[in-house]
């Protein structure tokens, strides 16, 4: 099947970011507009919901015409209109739907709830040497951490889940107790680039049974204690930073050399906000060339939430004939593993961010 040439609008709400994007089958992305709410969420410690659903609805539009001045387009060009349907807070979540469905209405074109998730998954693919499945993707974000099995575009088996709580949230909760601004994921880990990641001795959780699953509790309580023990300084911040960090990292690049070794795999893709960290990219690449894997990352902007990675999920299921109707439902909660098979043939050509650069002027 021939892909058609089609511009999708990518439209993503399902928490704290609003991203707006459109992707065009033949020519990449043509352009993308994120507005972070993190500074509005910061004086509450953490995301305020409805003050979420609140802000997404302030900002949709003028992102939208911001995209298109991008692109040097009209509405009337967009051809389909992709939004996260899931998982996700159901307000946020249902003001990117109303804005998609009616836009789609009212352009009289097709309409389709794409997957947080495969979104994260498929965000390599707007990278200029995208990855082809078989894959293993490692998805770290601040609501999951998960190892799944990527048989084919849309076809993904659960490997290993986090027991309780995900790595960015372990990231973000350390970086509280210790008296960093939230969100303390990107604080946490700039701190630990300058400590010594052997100055506190903190477990390698899950590493001494065999199975692919996580569990990041027990270590933030050990953190917690060594914090409280400590100088509560500059210095015990910045080893505990690292020692912290070196726990997560070593624990996440172990289970994912066990997954590629049970799967056969020879491609990792890494996905999701902690995607976005260094040590953890330096030290899968130096695994992973070891045992002759190869390790695919979206650029870090992509890495966070962002519309350009549903633009691409929704377009490669709408090419390939997929729509969802005209009902505005959402699903906060959603498997990934409900997902069916994206049809044969509705492959992308995937762009580099040079193109992009060009495309916008
Ligand atoms: O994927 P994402 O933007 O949103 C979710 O869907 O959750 O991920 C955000 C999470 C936050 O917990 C944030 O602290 C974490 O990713 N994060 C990081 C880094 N950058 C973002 N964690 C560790 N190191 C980083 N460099
Ligand atoms: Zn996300």
Known sequence: MATPNLTTLGIETSCDETGLALYNTERGLLGHALFSQIDIHAAYGGVVPEIASRDHLRKLLPLLQ???????MQRSDIDAVAYTAGPGLVGALLVGACLGQSLAFALQRPALGVHHLEGHLLAPLLEADPPQPPFVALLVSGGHTQLIAVRALGDYELLGDTLDDATGEAFDKCAQLMGLPYPGGPALARLAEEGDPTAFKLARPMLDRPGLDFSFSGLKTQVALAWRDSAQDDRSRRDLAASFQAAVVETLV????????????????VAGGVGANRRLRADLRELASRDGVQVHYPRPEFCTDNGAMIAVAGALRLAGGESSGPAISVRPRWPLAELTRIAEGSGLRAQGPEELDSARS
């Open 66 to 72: 911001e995209v298109l001045d991008q692109a040097g």
């Open 254 to 269: 172990e289970k994912c050399r066990r997954a590629w070794t049970q799967t056969g795999f020879s491609t990792l893709v």
